[in-house]
């Protein structure tokens, strides 16, 4: 399972080279090889109509940022991240802590309930506790911690529990 903008080239020994399922929001979404599923998480309404629009005539080009117009991905495997799952995790694992879950959150609670064994790569916290994405060099990246969206530091407690309890191995990478 891969997130938002994460590559594996470049990237293969600490995050891996292979995607089966690739969770996206509109303003993170690009185009996915035949044999990757695109797995839509809708934060609002209008992600859902833009999925439609983006598979179709293009329509819709902005939601609070710009999104791309077209998205090639094989139609056959496009999936919905259920709302009502976003909202269990909401209210049962990050309590309300920030706006709404992380991505990452809402990718790693879905891969516990289907998946026997969950190994994490490239996700989380660095050292000095800035989130930041793997991939990008963000002398900002404390920065996500400010904005209220995620509570990072509520979000990194809850990911040390479950690997302190076993239930996640966390492969914190170069």
Known sequence: MRINLAPTVGYEEDAGSHTTHHF???????????????????????????????????????????????????????????????????????RHHGRYPSTGMLVLFFALHVCDEVNVFGFGADSRGNWHHYWEQNRYSGEFRKTGVHDADFEAQTIDSLAKAGKITVFPGK
Do not use: C
């Open 24 to 94: 996206m929001y509109p303003e993170s979404a690009k185009n996915l090889a035949a044999n990757v599923s695109f797995v839509l998480v809708p934060f609002k309404t209008l992600d859902l109509l833009w999925i439609t629009s983006a598979l179709s005539t293009g329509q819709i080009r902005f939601t609070y940022a710009p999104v791309k117009q077209f998205l090639r991905v094989d139609k056959d495997k496009v999936q919905i991240y259920n709302p009502a799952f976003f909202k269990y995790i909401h209210d049962h694992w990050t």
